[in-house]
């Protein structure tokens, strides 16, 4: 396979308008379109990098449930049966990954609040 590096190299390489997608992965034209916007070779001109970006108007996200998600209600598209098996999750395969350096992390003004 190829090293990471090469890959990201490769990607910054190339010419607006000249990303090639492999004949092995066909993929949609919005899913392209998408992806071709993503990695623009000029960072100032990537999808998402303005605040003016409407991600709901692209064609990758046609017929995605928006409202949905906005009011909480969206189902998941795959439900993965639960495990009965919790030993992975025990504490003792957890170290302490208390970092103090995060003590003067600046306070959370979204006004954003868990539903827990």
């Known amino acids: 396979g190829r090293e990471p590096m090469d890959i990201y190299e490769t990607v910054l390489a190339h010419k607006h308008g000249e990303l090639i997608f492999p004949d092995f992965a066909p993929l949609q034209t919005g899913t392209k379109d998408i992806i071709t916007k993503l990695l623009h070779p000029k960072a100032t001109r990537r999808l998402g990098v303005t605040k ?28 993965v049966p ?26 959370d003004t979204s006004g954003w609040k868990p539903n827990i």
Do not use: I, M, V
Request: aromatic letters at 14%; zero cysteines.
């Open 52 to 79: 003016d970006t409407d991600w709901t108007k692209l064609a990758f996200f046609n017929g995605f449930k928006w409202k949905d998600l906005e009011k909480g209600t969206l189902k998941a598209p795959l439900k």
């Open 82 to 107: 639960a495990s009965k098996d919790t030993k992975p999750f025990e504490s003792k395969h957890f170290t302490n990954t208390y970092d103090p350096r995060l003590d003067d992390a600046p306070e």
